[in-house]
C-alpha cells in the first residue's frame, strides 16, 4: 500500500499546478485521500480531502484558505487524485503531501491518516 505526491514546482502567483497522488496497493474509492501542506517551523496544515467512496460519500473538504482556488479531482483508471490549484499565492509555498485512510471520512486532522507519501515541493513566486 503506497502512494506518492508529486507535480510540484515553480510557479508565479496567480498561476497554477494540478498536484497527483498516485496511488498503489489499493482501491481509491475505498480511502479517505486528504491534502496537507508544511512550511519550516509550522506545523501540518490539512487543505483539502474527500471520504471514501465505498463507505462514506466522497464528500469534499476544503479549508479556507483555499477555498474556491483549489479543487480535488480523481481518475479511478489512474487510481490517482489530483489536487488543481489555480491563482495561486505566495503563502500557498510549502511541501504538499497526500495521506490516506481506509473507509475514512474526510478529515484535515493529519493524525486521523496513517498511510503517507513523501511531498512535492510548490513554490509560488511574488
Known amino acids: 500500500v503506497q502512494l506518492q505526491a508529486y507535480g510540484g514546482g515553480l510557479v508565479h502567483s496567480g498561476g497554477s499546478l494540478r498536484l497527483s497522488c498516485a496511488v498503489s496497493g489499493f482501491s481509491l474509492d475505498d480511502y479517505a485521500i486528504g491534502w496537507f501542506r508544511q512550511t519550516p517551523g509550522k506545523e501540518r496544515e490539512g487543505i483539502s480531502c474527500v471520504s471514501s467512496i465505498s463507505r462514506h460519500d466522497g464528500s469534499t473538504y476544503y479549508a479556507d484558505s483555499v477555498k474556491g482556488r483549489f479543487t480535488i479531482s480523481r481518475d479511478n483508471a489512474k487510481n490517482t487524485l489530483y489536487l488543481q490549484m489555480d491563482n495561486l499565492k505566495p503563502e500557498d509555498t510549502a511541501v504538499y503531501y497526500c495521506?490516506?485512510?481506509?473507509?475514512?471520512?474526510?478529515?484535515?486532522?493529519?493524525?486521523?491518516?496513517?498511510?503517507w507519501g513523501h511531498g512535492t515541493l510548490v513554490t509560488v513566486s511574488s
Open positions: 495521506a490516506a485512510r481506509k473507509f475514512g471520512r474526510a478529515s484535515a486532522n493529519a493524525a486521523f491518516y496513517d498511510i
